[in-house]
């Protein structure tokens, strides 16, 4: 039990508990409900119990490793980059919930006899909350697992950076893998069911079409981005540590 005790350990095991408890609350299985199965999230008592346990172990870890932090300056450029880097990544994906993640664009055209044609465009957009607000709750229940490597970058990279500057780098690396997964996995389905495809629909009647056009928006190429930047990271410390064991 003696690995419990290193603030790095502690750190590391909260940022994994917060991604393993909001993965399993996104999940729905189909409950008998009178005479049909309706999806429910049944495993959502068990994630909101690792929620609390992963703040339990980031308090716990924070305070053990505190006596280290008088000591200020980090002693490697690597590492104060590294630091930088997961902030910069965590508050841009935190921001990219905000921001479009879907842009569409409705054109009905119509050809009648008597009106003629016409065209009409509308334009909407999707943020990450509405996203989660939306009917398609598979989509939106996934966006917080963007605020879950949001959190690991703005918060437990900088935590563990300062707590065990001598010994971060393989615990580093995992925690930019598991921002970068996190993040990552939000977008590959929103992009598998959102993004990039054309609906055409024929009226009874009438000689016309529908069309819907979905691209992606400014919140999901950022949110992209960052998944990709903190995964090269994790590439980067990754190899680091190879060569200093070599």
Request: charged share 10%; net charge positive.
């Amino acid at each position: 039990m003696r690995i419990f005790k290193n603030s790095g350990v502690l750190v590391c095991s909260s940022a994994f508990l917060l991604a393993l408890g909001t993965y399993l609350s996104t999940i729905e299985v189909p409950v008998w409900v009178g005479n049909e199965h309706e999806p429910m999230r049944a495993y959502l008592p068990f994630g909101f119990f690792l929620w609390i346990l992963a703040l339990l172990f980031l308090v716990y870890g924070t305070v053990s490793g505190a006596r280290k932090l008088p000591a200020a300056q980090l002693r490697t450029v690597f590492l104060r980059v590294s630091l930088i880097v997961g902030l910069t990544l965590g508050v841009l994906a935190l921001t990219s919930t905000f921001l479009p993640w879907v842009i569409a664009e409705r054109t009905e055209p119509f050809i009648e006899t008597r009106a003629g044609t016409f065209n009409v465009g509308r334009y909407y957009a999707l943020t990450g909350f509405d996203l989660m607000t939306g009917i398609n709750h598979m989509e939106g229940d996934v966006i917080s697992l963007v605020f879950v490597g949001a959190i690991i970058g703005i918060l437990h990279i900088p935590l563990l950076t300062l707590l065990e500057r001598e010994r971060t780098d393989a615990m580093g690396a995992f925690l930019f893998f598991l921002g970068g997964i996190s993040i990552i996995g939000p977008v590959a389905l929103v992009y598998t069911h959102r993004i990039w495809w054309i609906n055409l629909k024929h009226w009874i009647g009438v000689l016309g079409f529908s069309v819907m056009f979905e691209s992606p928006g400014m919140g999901f190429l950022i949110a992209t981005s960052c998944a990709i930047g903190l995964i090269a990271s994790g590439i980067i410390t990754t190899i680091k540590l190879a060569r200093q064991r070599a």
